[in-house]
Nanobody, 125 residues
Framework: QVRLQESGPGRVKPSRTLALTCTGS??????????WSWNRQPAVKWVEWMGA???????YYSPSLKSRTSISRDTSKNQFTLQLRSVTPEDTAVYYC?????????????????WGQGTQVTVSS
């Protein structure tokens, strides 16, 4: 089972771009069948699926965030990244990366093979 670890700044100013990295270890995803997702959970709200990328580079985005989101990957480093542009305080949340063998584009924590510990991101000036 792959272990996932999110990294990035804990605080971002409004209107800036949030960039997070997820690093996988202890496993492999060389078949192209895995999906690597970004999810987030604001305080007192349910988890929100943001988007996903496959090993081969195909991307999928939540319609509500598609205009501001980019997901990329570096297979040589076993990493994938999230960029969220023009952030506002409403983007304050714990951000999680996750791995699954099928696309799970809904608000759920189930069905994923691995889930990172999460990283708190606060958007404030």
């Amino acid at each position: 089972q792959v272990r996932l670890q999110e990294s990035g700044p804990g605080r971002v100013k409004p209107s800036r771009t949030l960039a997070l990295t997820c690093t996988g270890s202890g496993g492999s995803s060389t078949t192209g069948r895995d999906y690597w997702s970004w999810n987030r959970q604001p305080a007192v709200k349910w988890v929100e699926w943001m988007g996903a990328i496959t090993y081969s580079g195909s991307t999928y985005y939540s319609p509500s965030l598609k205009s501001r989101t980019s997901i990329s990957r570096d297979t040589s480093k076993n990493q994938f990244t999230l960029q969220l542009r023009s952030v506002t305080p409403e983007d304050t949340a714990v951000y999680y990366c996750a791995q699954s063998t099928r696309l799970i584009p809904i608000a759920t924590r189930t069905g994923f093979g691995s889930w990172g510990q999460g990283t708190q991101v606060t958007v404030s000036s």
